[in-house]
């Protein structure tokens, strides 16, 4: 029975043995997985951590062009800035001279009118003396006695009609030299 129980020792020994062996092979199986899973997740982590820095290299890149689409834009709207300001000022200019240009020609305006009243005054004026000097004309002219004696001086009234007064004075002259 010592034999036995002996066989039994060892039995239960190599079933422990076994049991514990195939313990240990099973946690360093575990331990195998686990860590070829780690491996894994690490070179995973590796391929995101490089993307990740490609998209942050990338994104600096699309940052610093736009910084420099900004700028350019911000020159830009300065110069539009100037040039609508000095084009504000050359039109308040142009306004000016809109407004000079227009008092300018009321004035000349009225200076036409006020001139075209003087002409048209003038042309009355003037018809009006051609009309005494064609009545001059017409009348006959006094002999030289009468003129010297001093009686044409009066003779046309200023209207152009002769005097009534050296009419009958030259009728009743007539009168005298047909009696003399």
């Known amino acids: 029975m ?6 039994l020792g060892f ?4 079933v422990c043995t076994l049991a ?12 195998l997985v686990e860590a070829e899973e780690a491996r894994t997740e690490l070179n995973k982590v590796r391929g995101e951590l490089a993307r990740s820095k490609r998209e942050v ?13 900004r700028d350019e834009l911000h020159l830009k709207v300065e110069q539009f800035v100037k040039e609508r300001t000095g084009a504000a000022v050359a039109a308040e200019q142009t306004q000016e001279t809109v407004r000079a240009l227009t008092a300018r ?5 009225q200076s036409v009118e006020l001139l075209q009243k003087e ?7 003037v018809a009006e003396q051609q009309a005494t000097i064609a009545e001059l004309q017409k009348t006959p002219q006094m002999p030289a006695g009468t003129a010297a004696g001093g009686e044409g001086a009066g003779a046309q009234q ?3 009609e002769p005097n009534q007064s050296t009419k009958k004075d030259e009728g009743s002259e007539s ?3 047909f009696h003399n």
């Open 105 to 109: 020609s009321a004035e000349q305006t």
């Open 175 to 177: 009168k005298r030299t």
């Open 20 to 31: 514990c062996g195939g313990c240990k092979d099973k946690a360093r199986e575990r331990a």
């Open 119 to 125: 002409v048209k005054q003038l042309r009355a004026l």
């Open 57 to 69: 290299a990338d994104l600096r890149e699309e940052l610093a062009a736009a910084k420099e689409t």
């Open 158 to 160: 200023s209207d152009g």
């Open 2 to 7: 010592a034999g036995k129980m002996q066989m």
């Open 11 to 14: 039995l239960a020994a190599a």
